[in-house]
């Protein structure tokens, strides 16, 4: 063997093996940040999501259907209030006049 076969061979070597562990370091890395499944955890499948996401959906649902018929009874009192404050109105000056009416007919007496 000659000189230079032994410096290519070795060379050859010393790439080969930097080459290779440079692979198992990379798949050392790669393994030690793998995610691990925590088996304390409970894992929901895609049936499960499917299902729970359409009973928030029907629960926002019912949620927005109670207060369209909230606003709407709020609405009707309003009202409601609306015509007892004017019916008080007419009520006290009513009340006013048939005062004012018995007034003077308890001085003419």
């Known amino acids: 063997m000659s000189l230079e076969n032994t410096q290519f061979i070795g060379s050859f070597v010393t790439v080969s093996l930097a080459l290779i562990s440079g692979y ?3 798949i ?21 999501v ?11 649902r019912d949620t927005k259907a109670d207060f369209t018929s ?5 609405h009707k009192n309003a009202e409601h209030l ?3 404050i004017a019916q008080s109105e007419n009520v006290m000056q009513r009340i006013q006049e048939l005062s004012v009416k018995t007034d ?5 007496q």
């Not at 393994?31 to 088996?39: A, Y």
């Not at 499917?50 to 926002?60: G, W």
């Not at 909230?70 to 709020?74: C, S, T, V």
Request: proline share 4%; charged share 35%; hydrophobic share 45%.
């Open 50 to 60: 499917d299902k729970l996401r359409e009973l928030v959906l029907q629960q926002q």
């Open 28 to 48: 050392k890395l790669r393994e030690s940040f793998k995610e691990r499944p925590d088996p304390k955890i409970t894992y929901a499948t895609i049936a499960e």
């Open 104 to 108: 003077r007919m308890q001085l003419k």
């Open 82 to 84: 609306a015509r007892l």
């Open 24 to 26: 198992l370091l990379l």
């Open 70 to 74: 909230a606003h709407a009874l709020i």
